[in-house]
């Protein structure tokens, strides 16, 4: 089958436990110990074959998910990556608790730097008591401040997400002021699998009133409350419009393959996943050469939007939300989806 080729594939694996249980996660299914390193080895040796054809991908790159600076082999699989001409994304994710607690911290910084990583994305949920809580861990906030600080001494860039809730704008406005030099933004927290246990953490428009003007216009313009997003699921050429500004650019195609408990899912920021094939034994090659929808994202796109907002959006509350909660929400909690087995979607 003719494939368009891809600028960059991307593999998003997860290697090892995260030891936060934050609150706005809407991952609730974790790795319970670290994978055996011949074990993601393999994965990255199967991963390796979309280079053996060019018309597939311009290069290939991973993305460690959860902890990365906790994988006991972090230094050799990057390195291993390497030579087998994969690179990890720029960017990457972590909350940097081994860049701690771990001896070998430099070592690790140093092979981020050699695998591509230019950028630390780290998460801030307030000041240090709040953030602690949010986290779930007493020592958190202390933790990722001083392994921000030790990689941007050594030349790091450091993204910070300042996620707001109803309780904490006042806090956020002064992380904000605080982190000027370094490159923030806000983010609120989305549904999640636990959402009904802490939906009280979804601010409203009225919440975010101590967070400084440029960011309350910023909000303003993007965020919708779920009332005004169940009106713009409603109506088919609004949510045409919503998306629009999501489509990638054809001039760099890109396709990422997210890896769960051995199974391939479609990865897709503005779309919910699904099952391609286990990971250990199918070729990702194969996968990458067909380039068309998986049956499930093919149902999902058959679905009716406009039913899954007034079934899941509540359209009497001004908490602030988005287009993509009522999907995940849909994602989360539908039968439908949850009932697609591996046979149905597999390539």
Known sequence: MESTKFSYTSLILQTSPCTQKCKHCFISQLIEKPRPFKDVKKMVDNYAG???DPAITDSARICIQDEPTLYPEIIELLSYAREMGIVH???LSTNGIGLVTRSEWKEILDEFRESGVKILNMSLFGEKDYHNWF??????????RRAAQRAKDIGFRLKWNLFITSQNADQIARLAEELEDDWHSISIPFYSETWHNNSALAPS???LAPLPKEFMQWIESYYRSESQWVDICSDPKEIEKQLSSSEENPDCRAKAIYQRNNILYDYHWDLPQFQLGNIMEDSLRDIYLIDDKSPGMQLWLKSDISALAEKYGNTENSKLGYLKDYWFMWHL???EVRNLSLSDTKR
């Open 50 to 52: 979309v280079l053996d």
């Open 89 to 91: 994304l720029p960017l």
């Open 135 to 144: 986290a779930g861990r007493n020592d958190s906030y202390q933790l990722i």
């Open 205 to 207: 428009i009225e919440d």
């Open 333 to 335: 909690m539908s039968d």
